[in-house]
């Protein structure tokens, strides 16, 4: 199992469960994410179900987009966002 960093969390919102994501690499609907923190310990991984960028879902981002996605758990601003990939 291999990982690539695509991006950092920039914002969390709490109430609905959606972390803001900066994105410096590539990130697709089905892919799967490990959010951690900058130590490497594991926050979650999860399946990547839906991304939106300003409010319209969207199949898939690049790097330099800002994009919202949900999330399983509790996240917070600066974790590091790693595709993961069967290797």
Do not use: P
Request: hydrophobic share 40%; charged share 30%.
């Amino acid at each position: 199992m291999g990982k690539t960093l695509v991006g950092e969390v920039a914002h969390f919102f709490g109430k609905i469960n959606v972390a803001a994501l900066k994105m410096s690499g590539e990130l697709k609907v089905g892919d799967k994410i490990s959010i951690e923190h900058k130590d490497g310990s594991v926050v979650l991984e999860q399946t990547i179900d839906s991304m939106q960028v300003e409010h319209k879902n969207v199949e898939a981002a690049k790097a330099g987009d800002d994009v919202a996605i949900k999330t399983a758990e509790k996240v917070h601003s600066g974790n590091l966002v790693y595709k993961v990939t069967e290797e």
